[in-house]
Nanobody, 126 residues
Framework: QVQLVESGGGLVHAGSSLRLSCVVS????????IGWFRRASGKEREGVSC????????YYADSAKGRFTISRDDAKNMVYLQMNSLKPEDTGVYYCAAERLSCGRTWSRGLRMEYWGQGTQVTVSS
């Protein structure tokens, strides 16, 4: 079992930055790929970024490339999502999730994510 708890969301203006944090605890959390997903009101869930264990290989959705940076600190059981140059369309509930062993080729669909956090709200005003 793995537990994930997100924090760091809030209400910010467009152009601002936020750093989301995900505490990963339980059985061998450092053996999971950790992804960030978001769901905007009335829209499908979207994969934002994912990071592998061990080598830290990171993957990004096109919407996140160049603005968001994912990182992990396995010594602290933490995964971060640094979000810069935020836009109103980044608004949504952000979830972290765990996929056993690594971020698979289809990580962004979230179908292989076994464990999910409860989410943290990010609201970007124009």
């Amino acid at each position: 079992q793995v537990q994930l708890v997100e924090s760091g969301g809030g209400l910010v203006h467009a152009g601002s930055s936020l750093r989301l944090s995900c505490v990963v605890s339980g059985s061998s959390p450092d053996s999971f790929g950790i992804g960030w997903f978001r769901r905007a009101s009335g829209k499908e869930r979207e994969g934002v970024s994912c990071i592998n264990p061990n080598d830290g290989t990171a993957y990004y959705a096109d919407s996140a490339k160049g603005r968001f940076t994912i990182s992990r600190d396995d010594a602290k059981n933490m995964v971060y999502l640094q979000m810069n140059s935020l836009k109103p369309e980044d608004t949504g509930v952000y979830y972290c999730a765990a996929e056993r062993l690594s971020c698979g080729r289809t990580w962004s669909r979230g179908l292989r994510m076994e464990y999910w956090g409860q989410g943290t709200q990010v609201t970007v005003s124009s």
